[in-house]
């Protein structure tokens, strides 16, 4: 056996992509929020795109907000991991962060909308998938009613999406219900998945 | 979605069977008795042995301690999960009480050498094997010593048979280091590797 961190059998273990994906609405702006403040030691991806920002968000922490023009830009110059239209805004993942922090044998969170999970599914399909989802699909509706953030017909889309969605979820390696009013409970699941997956005997290996 | 505990597309996470497994010497009582006192809501199967009761230990909490004739009688009645000869002292699992626990959805945690393990691994390869190890061979021999219950050429027969062991870890899920003066550590991990393993999409089938 050897000295290193983890494994008596060979080198530290790999730096882990966690890919947090879930419905509209779920809360994985608030939960990638705590868990920033919880100190993990993880670089948590900031997201390009081109919605207007919510009161409250700041650029730069919780999206890179940009323009258009710019966004096409960053497509045609191939700096982004991957990138979709939602609801009639692009997101976007700025490649060279992610890289460079697995490089230097760091973690990292992504967060992504489900269809953009399954096109991370498809290049890096040894990333950890986590699909973050509320414990009822009411209990969703009230969310993103209170969030007042949508149009009511913009409000149904997302409810109608959502339902299709969730026969996505079999891709995903987990399942973490956030439960309303325990953001702790949902921090500390993710968290002991992360130090799990640290544990794992066959290593993911990761190729970006 | 459903109300249920944990998954919003079917019923609530079925119980885990956790095998902890580890060379002689690791830990694996003291981490057991660490889990046990942590308040985990878990199972935690007891063994029974011919072996001779160490200091400390206790009937019906650390083992059951049988004679030689009771333990040929568990096996002729099929009431052992598992049995084996371990350094002349013959160990195995009372199946009753893991199937009982289980079929109360309750989870259980066996501890067992790593030969049994890989039989575990044969009836039933949908459990959570967990490897126990040292950070180092140095520190195996230094516990082993420490613990004054093997004579030298016992000593020395555990420590060569460890260095074969070690080429069966790639079947366990998990690896945990046991750090000296880290119990609490180990422990830790073993409970996220849980709480991870309860968010798991794909659900294990065991069949007990």
């Known amino acids: 056996m050897s ?28 939960v990638l929020a705590g868990l920033r403040q919880s100190g993990l030691p993880v670089e948590i991806s900031v997201s390009a795109t081109t919605r207007a920002r919510r009161p409250g968000e700041k650029d730069g ?4 907000f940009v323009s258009g023009e710019k966004f096409q830009e960053m497509i045609d110059a191939n700096q982004l991991l991957e990138w979709a239209n939602v609801y009639g ?23 992504i909308d489900v269809q953009g999970a399954t096109t991370i599914k498809k290049i890096l399909p040894q990333a950890v998938f986590i699909f973050l989802a509320t414990s009822s699909m009411e209990e969703l509706e009230q969310r993103l009613k209170k969030r007042r953030t949508e149009t009511p017909a913009e409000l149904d889309l997302r409810l109608k999406t959502a339902g299709k969605e969730l026969g996505i979820i079999p891709m995903f390696d987990y399942i973490v219900i956030n439960r309303q009013g325990e ?13 799990a997956e640290k544990c794992r005997v066959t290593p993911r290996e990761l190729d970006i």
Chains 1, 2 share one sequence.
């Open 61 to 64: 922490l919780d999206y890179y």
């Open 183 to 195: 953001i702790e409970r949902t921090i500390a699941d993710i968290k002991a998945i992360i130090t």
């Open 3 to 30: 000295h290193d961190n983890r494994s008596p059998l060979g080198p530290p273990p790999k730096p882990l992509l966690i890919v947090l994906s879930g419905l509209s609405g779920v809360g994985k702006d608030t």
């Open 89 to 111: 805004h692009r997101y976007g993942i700025p490649r060279e962060p992610v890289r460079q922090a697995l490089q230097k044998g760091k973690d990292v969170i992504v967060k």
